[in-house]
């Protein structure tokens, strides 16, 4: 059993082994699709190959739709060259439910996969072709928030974004770049509008895509790169819009478990690819059942029936806050808070870590007590039945093989929105008081204590990746487990300087009058091995 075109020839083996296969006429609709594409999207990763071409696979296999997706990528071109093209862009897609069963589908419904780089004349004229095609409707990306930053952690412009400001559009090699280089060609060949829609895990997604591209159409005006009026067409709302969304679906690194499962299917070359930009990737995806996506019905093109797919349609008003409400309380700060702690606890699932009583409790203290009340219910999404999901469903799911070393990943990046929101509506509140927040800062502790490698055993371990490690870490030099110099006003200088960084926490910690208490939790990690589990027991 191969999983390329040939499987609609062999369609009866794969169903006979459960899996859901395409209903529709692969071929016709890509042709239509590459004719008159309507939807383009940047960023081929798991997400998206679970949730949005899954979404649109349902919906072409009930007529709903004729027309498939096309997808580019735009920092790893081995997902495509490695995974896409060897499969005829088909994946699987392994739905673990929590009550243990398994759902495999044959995802076909993305159709032409491109590379999206300049040094790739074919692919990227290509796609140059697309986004000057009047059928366009929607762009839309999961590229993690480091894709559309252009500065590095110290505020200075990426040398990859400045080298593409000063060339212009012809042959830029930053993502953004790219992406604001074929907005030029939609502009060149008729401005027709078009909606550019983040799908990114991060607030107030399609004010960080705009305000990227804006800024390289800004520099590209100013600098005659362009032609009059560009910069006014990427301005302007009636012609390219920047709608705002929240997705939430864990889909976690292809897991071997699932990957034996295929074998013993039959399926052939399940084997997962890790590129040479240390992107894993395999044929198959496993995801939870759980999936939300609600999007700021903006989009001056018009639209594709995505609402019949499951995808929410709503004001931005209504988008803010449920995002808000997912982002900053009732799931990624409980993500985050096991992601620390596990990692310095020994944990190797987050699904472990739901069955310490202690950690449990934590998370609950930290949704229900410390966010909850500053929530806004946005009405279309229950806060409190949110979070009772994540954390009697979703989180505890034993068969999702998702890891605190993967959602630890760029912490320094999070806190600021998935806690110091919270801390930031307490400052502002007449009825809170941000002093009574007591769970918050221990994370905060817990993260500085994550920060020094080495568990809670005293066993060294690797940090995961963060763009502000070479930072962090030597604020960590000279502090260990159990030394007796480890004083209160030893930890308080080297801290210091990062428990005041508002793009850190989102606000300073002393400002806040958080700061004493973070040290006091801190202090107390340090106390040897087995600190922190007893610190953890001392305060939740």
């Excluded at 794969?14 to 699709?33: F, N, Q, S």
């Excluded at 930290?366 to 219910?377: A, K, T």
Aim: overall charge negative; glycine content about 6%.
């Amino acid at each position: 059993m191969r999983l390329n075109q040939t499987i609609m020839n062999n369609e009866k083996e794969w169903i006979e082994k459960g899996y859901a296969i395409p209903l529709y006429d692969r071929r016709a609709v890509a042709e239509k699709t590459k004719s008159a594409p309507y939807w383009i999207h940047f960023g081929a990763g798991n997400i998206f190959r679970a949730f949005q071409a899954n979404v649109v696979q349902n919906l072409l296999n009930e007529r709903i739709l004729d027309k498939g997706l096309i997808v580019a990528e735009g920092f790893d071109y081995e997902i495509i060259q490695k995974m896409n093209h060897p499969h005829d862009d088909l994946s699987i897609l392994v739905t673990l439910k929590a009550d243990g069963s398994v759902e495999k589908t044959v995802v076909g419904s993305v159709v032409e996969s491109l590379c999206a780089d300049t040094q790739n004349h074919e692919d990227f004229f290509r796609l140059r072709e697309i986004f000057a095609n009047t059928s366009l409707q929607m762009v839309s990306f999961t590229i993690t928030e480091k894709g559309y930053l252009l500065t590095d952690g110290k505020g200075n412009t990426l040398s990859s974004v400045a080298a593409d400001m000063e060339n212009g559009p012809e042959k830029p090699k930053s993502y953004i770049g790219k992406i604001t280089s074929l907005l030029y060609t939609r502009f060149q060949a008729g401005a027709t509008p078009v909606a550019m829609v983040s799908m990114d895990n991060c607030s107030h997604n399609g004010n960080r895509l705009y305000e990227a591209v804006y800024a390289f159409a800004d520099k590209w005006s100013e600098s005659g790169l362009t032609e009059k009026g560009f910069k006014d067409y990427i301005g302007n709302s009636g012609k390219v819009s920047f709608p705002w969304t929240m997705i939430d679906k864990i889909t976690p690194r292809p897991d071997p478990s699932i990957e034996e499962i295929l074998k013993k299917d039959g399926v052939e070359e399940t084997a997962p690819v890790i590129t040479d930009k240390h992107t894993y990737v395999a044929p198959f995806v496993n995801a939870e059942e759980c999936q939300y996506l609600v999007i700021e019905d903006d989009f001056p093109n018009g639209r594709p029936p995505l609402e019949k797919g499951g995808i929410i349609f709503t004001d931005r008003e209504t988008v803010d806050k449920v995002e808000k409400m997912k982002v900053c309380t009732c799931l990624n700060p409980l993500h985050t808070a096991l992601a620390v702690f596990g990692c310095v606890l020994g944990y190797d699932l987050i699904s472990k870590e739901m069955k310490d009583d202690v950690l449990r409790r934590l998370v609950e203290e930290i949704g229900y007590e410390e966010g909850l009340p500053v929530v806004i219910d946005p009405g279309i999404l229950d806060p409190k039945q949110f979070i009772d999901t994540v954390l009697n469903v979703r989180i505890p799911n034993p068969f999702m093989p998702d890891t605190p070393q993967r959602i630890a990943t760029d912490t320094s990046q999070k806190l600021a929105i998935r806690f110091g929101e919270t801390v930031k509506a307490y400052i502002a509140s007449p009825q809170l008081n941000v002093s009574d927040l007591k769970r918050i800062p221990l994370v905060f502790a817990g993260w500085l204590r994550y920060l020094m490698s080495i568990d809670d055993d005293g066993t060294p371990f690797e940090l995961s990746p963060d763009p502000l490690l070479d930072d962090l870490l030597p604020r960590m030099v000279g502090l260990s487990l159990g030394c007796d110099d480890n004083t209160e006003e030893k930890i308080e200088k080297r801290i210091r300087p990062v428990l005041e960084n508002k793009n850190i926490f989102g606000v300073n910690l002393y400002d806040a009058g958080l700061a004493p208490l973070v040290c006091i939790y801190f202090r107390e990690m340090l106390a040897g091995p087995g600190a922190v589990r007893k610190t953890l027991e001392k305060y939740v």
